[in-house]
Structures are given as structure tokens and as C-alpha cells.
């Protein structure tokens, strides 16, 4: 993005940030501590941030408020936008690029929180744990038969900072992992003993586990559709943590019966899921949901307000209303 210029004309004291999502209280207090005027307002309507979003130059987020085309362009004085997050799927980056507004955001912050999740869906989905904890709150103590993990091969598919924690885990116990990434991959995995896959096919394949650990847009194509659900192992454990995206919906629906697949999710299509199909596939006996909390972690939040706070500073730093 270009250099904003005549920005050093204005006096930091009228640079107002708007913050639209529940924040760690660090991102406040800093802001206010260089001088910035900060509103807080969690909860504010998308009807109400319209009207108000020109009187401000800085715009926070997290994940509730969507960021799109009309709200930047309604946004004419947005100097900066940035995101307490480590992705930036709720913001229109190109309409954000050809306003010149500068983008911050918190990438590799909540690594470990969402690392661990995954582990704890692999392991809820492997020992039926959501089945046997529902029904030994009902008075019911019947046992249920899981599997080991040990001596399973679970598929990485994408083999950034989360998916090679998540390798590294499994690794320790004592599972075989094959990972498969649109970059070379090669050097990373072979220090950490794991296998590259050189096709998606190959990885579902060989995989008893696959887990989605991928970075894309709103709009990309679904990596496991109808023809890619067609190379999935029979009972196979399907975990995402990613984006939902990644999964044609509709086919999981389908294919889930027809290969007994067992499905543990942080993440859905419509939050709270709106559709049909959702909503009969978040109702199914081998569906595990949890409602985002992938970065919900005392320590990761904490990690995120500090690491945006950073780059917002280092940003406004850059177009001269701070020193």
C-alpha cells in the first residue's frame, strides 16, 4: 500500500480510534496512554457504525464486526484498520488497498491456543468423550469404545505455525503424520520427522486423521468437495480449526453417512449456522462442535492485544502521528 500523505499536518489529539469488538483492555490503555482518543464501543450495530465510522481514522476489530466494502467506503477518513486477530477473513483487503488504508493485524498469536484445541477435538473425537460425558450426566454409565492414536497416521494439511505444532503433538504420541502444503514444505518437515505428501489425493488417501490448518479468503474453493471426499478413508476423524470454507458443506453432509466419518469443528459456515443443511449437520450424532474458541485463551488473547497494539503503533508511527 502507498504512503499516506499530509498526514503529519494532523494532531494526534483529533486521530480517533473506534473499537468495535470486545478487546483486551491493553489495547485501550496503550492507545490512550500515547495520546489517542479511543472509543469503545463492543456492541455497536452494523446501522449505527455507518453513520459514524467517518469521524475516525483508526478502526479495531476482532471477528463480529465485517469489515467490507461499504463500511470502508463509508469510512472516508480510515487511515488504518486493524484486526486483534491472526487473520484478516472479516476484512475486504482489496477495497482496503485501493483506499490506501494501512492494515495491522496479529499473525502467529494464538498458535498454541489453537493447537491445543485441535488436539483436544482429536482426542474427544477418538475416545467419544462428548458422547460419554452427555451420558454420564444422564445417569447413564455405559461404556463406549474409542481408538488409539497411537499408530494412526493423521494428514496435515497445511504446514504453517499451527500445523506444525499440531505435528509436533501428535508426533509425541507416537502417531505417523504426513503433511501436504502449496509451498515447499520439505526442509520443515523432514527436521521434524514427517512425511510430504505430493498430492492432496495422496494425503486423504493414507490419512485415518486429516486436519485443516490453511490460510484462505471467504471466497476460496472448498479443498475436500464432492470429488476429494471420494479419496477419504472410511471412518475416518475430519478436524478443522481453520476456516469452514474448506469443507463443501453439503458434501461433508453427505459423505459423512455414506463413510461413517466422524467431523470435530471450531468453526461453521454461518455463525450461529442459518441453513438447512447446517443446521441438520450440526445436529448429527458424529458432528463435534465448539463455538470458536480457537484463540479463546487467556494468554492468546492477551498475546493478540499485544501484537496488534505493536503494529498499530509501529503503523500510526509510519504516517507520522506518533514519534
Known amino acids: 500500500m502507498e504512503t499516506i500523505q499530509g498526514i503529519n499536518s494532523i494532531n494526534k489529539l483529533d486521530f480517533k480510534v473506534l473499537i468495535t469488538d470486545p478487546v483486551d483492555q491493553y489495547i485501550i490503555k496503550t492507545l490512550q496512554s500515547n495520546g489517542l482518543i479511543v472509543d469503545y464501543k463492543p456492541e455497536i450495530s452494523r446501522e449505527e457504525l455507518l453513520k459514524i465510522i467517518d469521524q475516525y481514522q483508526v478502526l479495531v476489530v476482532r471477528s463480529r464486526t465485517k469489515v467490507d466494502k461499504e463500511i470502508i467506503r463509508y469510512g472516508t477518513n480510515l487511515k488504518i484498520i486493524a484486526r486483534a486477530g491472526i487473520g484478516l477473513d472479516n476484512i475486504d483487503t482489496e477495497e482496503a488497498s485501493k483506499r490506501n488504508i494501512k492494515i495491522v493485524y496479529a499473525p502467529g498469536a494464538s498458535t498454541d491456543s489453537a493447537a491445543e484445541l485441535t488436539i483436544g477435538l482429536l482426542l474427544t473425537a477418538a475416545r467419544k468423550l462428548y458422547d460419554s460425558m452427555n451420558m454420564a450426566k444422564g445417569g447413564i454409565f455405559k461404556k463406549i469404545e474409542g481408538i488409539e492414536l497411537a499408530g494412526k497416521t493423521i494428514g496435515v494439511i ?166
Open 158 to 323: 497445511g504446514f504453517g505455525r499451527i500445523g506444525t505444532k499440531v505435528a509436533k503433538v501428535c508426533k509425541a504420541l507416537d502417531m505417523n503424520v504426513i503433511a501436504y502444503d502449496v509451498i515447499d514444505i520439505k526442509e520443515k518437515a523432514n527436521m521434524l520427522g514427517v512425511k510430504v505428501a505430493e498430492s492432496l489425493e495422496e494425503l486423504l488417501k493414507n490419512s485415518d486423521v486429516i486436519t485443516f490448518h490453511v490460510t484462505v479468503g471467504k471466497d476460496a474453493k472448498p479443498i475436500l468437495n464432492k470429488d476429494t471426499f471420494n479419496y477419504v478413508k472410511d471412518n475416518a476423524i475430519i478436524i478443522n480449526t481453520s476456516r469452514a470454507v474448506v469443507i463443501d458443506g453439503k458434501a461433508l453432509l453427505e459423505y459423512i453417512d455414506k463413510k461413517q466419518l466422524t467431523y470435530a469443528t471450531d468453526v461453521l459456515w454461518n455463525e450461529p449456522p442459518k441453513e438447512d443443511w447446517e443446521i441438520k449437520l450440526l445436529r448429527h450424532e458424529r458432528v463435534i462442535v465448539t463455538t470458536h474458541i480457537g484463540a479463546q485463551t487467556k494468554e492468546a488473547q492477551h498475546r493478540v492485544a499485544v501484537v496488534t497494539t505493536d503494529n498499530l503503533i509501529t503503523a500510526l508511527k509510519e504516517i507520522g502521528v506518533l514519534k
